[in-house]
């Protein structure tokens, strides 16, 4: 199936019986919890993609590079997590170029090629995104653990993930250490079931 590259992309293809899931990690690089995160995932060979927001990417750097040289993924967030439903075009290509500049400046010629919206509040900025060369990057099912509801619950969560999901998690905006121990948790719970993790292409 041909999908328009600005659609917002949901799911990935999977064959059957061979069920994917994606992992997405929003808001950071946000110290501890990404370091603590890229541990886990070096650990369980998972590859994730990581949707950055740019006043973190200058404060953190380092960890952009961390995140890059482990083979993951990167979206761009937007630079100070602002919604952008209202924006004018305009508005929202100089935010996603500063927003690509400073990506560029933690980490020299690493793509960049998927855009989140902040809140998932796209208003006019699909084709924005794309003409700078994203693709936007929406999810198949959000765990909610911007409210941290607890280990458990959150690994419960994730049940609703179905075949080639693209799962909303959050590494930054907040204390996520749950979020890091309920995707350690998880993988190894998932890969028994038969699922395989991968990014889109
Ligand atoms: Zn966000």
């Given at each position: 199936?041909?999908?328009?590259?600005?659609?917002?992309?949901?799911?990935?293809?999977?064959?059957?019986?061979?069920?994917?899931?994606?992992?997405?990690?929003?808001?950071?690089?946000?110290?501890?919890?990404?370091?603590?995160?890229?541990?886990?995932?070096?650990?369980?060979?998972v590859?994730?993609?990581?949707?950055?927001?740019?006043?973190?990417?200058?404060?953190?750097?380092?960890?952009?590079?961390?995140?890059?040289?482990?083979?993951?993924?990167?979206?761009?967030?937007?630079?100070?997590?602002?919604?952008?439903?209202?924006?004018a075009?305009?508005?929202?290509?100089?935010?996603?170029?500063?927003?690509?500049?400073?990506?560029?400046g933690?980490a020299?010629?690493?793509?960049?090629?998927?855009?989140?919206?902040?809140?998932?509040?796209?208003g006019?900025?699909?084709?924005?995104?794309?003409?700078?060369?994203?693709?936007?990057?929406?999810?198949?099912?959000?765990?909610?653990?911007?409210?941290?509801?607890?280990?458990?619950?959150?690994?419960?969560?994730?049940?609703?993930?179905?075949?080639?999901?693209?799962?909303?998690?959050?590494?930054?905006?907040?204390?996520?250490?749950?979020?890091?121990?309920?995707?350690?948790?998880?993988?190894?719970?998932?890969?028994?079931?038969?699922?395989?993790?991968?990014?889109?292409?």
């Open positions: 199936m041909v999908t328009d590259p600005g659609d917002v992309l949901e799911t990935v293809e999977c064959a059957p019986g061979a069920p994917s899931v994606v992992l997405t990690f929003d808001d950071g690089p946000h110290p501890p919890d990404t370091d603590t995160l890229l541990d886990v995932l070096a650990h369980e060979q590859r994730a993609v990581f949707c950055l927001v740019g006043e973190q990417v200058v404060a953190h750097p380092d960890v952009v590079r961390r995140i890059v040289d482990q083979g993951h993924v990167l979206g761009n967030h937007s630079f100070h997590h602002h919604d952008m439903q209202e924006w075009p305009d508005q929202v290509r100089e935010d996603l170029q500063r927003t690509l500049e400073v990506i560029d933690a020299p010629g690493a793509p960049v090629p998927y855009f989140r919206a902040p809140f998932g509040h796209w006019r900025a699909i084709p924005v995104a794309t003409g700078l060369g994203m693709r936007p990057l929406g999810w198949q099912l959000a765990v909610g653990d911007w409210d941290p509801p607890g280990v458990g619950e959150l690994v419960n969560g994730m049940t609703g993930v179905a075949p080639g999901g693209i799962v909303l998690l959050h590494d930054g905006g907040g204390d996520r250490s749950q979020t890091v121990e309920a995707v350690a948790a998880l993988i190894p719970r998932l890969r028994a079931d038969g699922w395989t993790f991968a990014v889109p292409g």
